[in-house]
């Protein structure tokens, strides 16, 4: 495959968003693929990931401390922990908020850029702050895939937005289409 690692940033309204990306995936044959998205520290995170599952024919699950990363997964972060991506898995920190967030989508990025280099696809959805905009930009600076929702069809726009000025990405994509994109990229290393 030419993308063995996707990760996806996304805040205020992630939940929508996320469904229409992850719906346009493939049942099988697709990488890893690890999501940041912002929560309340009050849930499981497992609310979440069973939404995503309604809407993904891939298995969705809650990301725990080693799991080993495997095609045909999505793994989200659970609330109040970083996830890190190791080479062939995941790890939880509690460490520091960054971007007033954990998980931050930031040191997402940053950690499959250092792992994965340019087999690894960024993808920076919908939000409200500025998390995600400096991880992508490690992503390309890797060689790897930066892409991100059209701000204009964000439900907010200041994540996409600022992910574009900071990291220049490959592709700046209205929502429906980054499925498309993706499933391409996974299998022929398309960039433009």
């Known amino acids: 495959m030419a993308c063995d ?4 940033g996304s805040s205020a309204g992630g939940l929508s968003a996320l469904s229409v990306v992850l719906s346009g995936l493939p049942p099988e044959g697709f990488p890893p693929v690890v999501i940041a998205q912002h929560q309340s520290v009050t849930t499981t995170g497992e609310g979440l990931a069973e939404l995503l599952q309604k809407a993904c024919a891939l298995d969705v699950r809650v990301a725990h401390d080693k799991d080993e990363l495997s095609h045909d997964t999505v793994f989200v972060g659970p609330p109040d922990y970083h996830v890190l991506v190791e080479r062939g898995s995941l790890a939880l920190s509690v ?3 960054v971007m ?3 998980p931050s989508i930031d040191v997402l990025f940053e950690s499959a850029a250092a792992n994965y ?3 690894v696809a960024g993808v920076v959805l919908t939000g409200s702050n500025d998390d995600g905009a400096r991880g992508l930009a490690a992503i390309r600076a890797r060689g790897g895939i930066a892409v991100v929702q059209e701000p204009a069809t964000a439900e907010a726009a200041t994540m996409p937005a600022r992910a574009v000025e900071l990291a220049r990405p490959h592709q700046v994509l209205p929502l429906d289409e980054i499925a ?3 499933v391409r990229i996974s299998t022929s290393g398309v960039r433009s």
């Open 95 to 97: 460490d520091e908020h």
């Open 100 to 102: 007033f967030s954990r």
């Open 180 to 182: 498309p994109f993706l």
């Open 117 to 119: 280099g340019d087999r």
């Open 5 to 8: 690692l996707v990760v996806v």
